[in-house]
């Protein structure tokens, strides 16, 4: 469903939006009804930092998804839509997608 749609029918859906540059990965959870960022996690995290000298590995992918999904399961949210925007589906971008839908369900069984 696109973003107008889903006003249209004035539910309030949860996206989780990815954006990628070369050095950094960002996931950020908004409403698609008020449009308000609700919580982010990105490889600019103070921790990964530390550990990893900005390199971008599956272990530090791994963490800022999992740093996310914990942020959403405290905030009692039941389900989210992933927007890649212009990525493609594949690579850093597929092992996202799966890594966020693989935690969630550990996280809400």
Same mark, same amino acid.
């Given at each position: ?26 996931? *950020? ?24 000298? $900005?390199?971008?590995? +599956?272990? !530090?992918?791994? =963490? ?15 389900? $989210?839509?992933? +927007? *890649? ?10 092992? *996202?997608?799966?890594? !966020?839908?693989? $935690?969630?369900? =550990?996280?809400?069984?």
């Amino acid at each position: 469903m696109t973003l107008k749609k889903l006003k249209k029918k004035k539910k309030n859906k949860f996206i989780i939006k990815i954006r990628k540059t070369n050095k950094h990965i960002y996931l *950020i959870l908004y409403s698609s009804f008020s449009k308000r960022i609700i919580t982010t996690s990105s490889t600019l995290c103070k921790y990964l930092k530390n550990k990893n000298n $900005f390199k971008m590995t +599956d272990n !530090v992918i791994k =963490e800022v998804c999992k740093n996310l999904v914990i942020k959403i399961y405290n905030l009692n949210i039941k389900g $989210f839509f992933i +927007d *890649i925007g212009k990525n493609k589906y594949h690579g850093k971008i597929k092992l *996202i997608c799966e890594l !966020v839908s693989f $935690f969630f369900n =550990e996280y809400t069984i």
